[in-house]
Nanobody, 117 residues
Framework: QVQLAESGGGLAQAGGPLRLSCAAS????????MGWYRQAPGKQRELVAS???????VYADSVKGRFTISRDNGRNTVYLQMNSLKPEDTAVYYC???????????WGQGTQVTVSS
């Protein structure tokens, strides 16, 4: 079993930064397959950034050049550094884990990010 705990959300001004953290606990063998999704009101949940199961990074076009996903393997933690925030980045951000070689998918509870203009 895997537990994911997000932190770091809150209110930010347009153009400013914010960093999210996702701490994973439980049966973690690799942080490959860990990523960030978001869901804005009235919209579907969408990929923001992730480490693929093969270990390479993937970004949504809307955040390329502004957001950076990184990880600390020793702490089983994945980060999302968000710069140059825009009001349209406002959403609940979720951590998602799809372990390599497994059909399981785990989700965190989400953290609200609100960007004011």
């Amino acid at each position: 079993q895997v537990q994911l705990a997000e932190s770091g959300g809150g209110l930010a001004q347009a153009g400013g930064p914010l960093r999210l953290s996702c701490a994973a606990s439980g049966s973690i063998f690799s942080l490959n397959g860990m990523g960030w999704y978001r869901q804005a009101p009235g919209k579907q949940r969408e990929l923001v950034a992730s480490f693929s199961r093969g270990g390479y990074t993937v970004y949504a076009d809307s955040v390329k050049g502004r957001f950076t996903i990184s990880r600390d393997n020793g702490r089983n933690t994945v980060y999302l550094q968000m710069n140059s925030l825009k009001p349209e980045d406002t959403a609940v951000y979720y951590c998602r884990y799809s372990p390599p070689g497994s059909l399981e998918i785990y989700w965190g509870q989400g953290t609200q990010v609100t960007v004011s203009s």
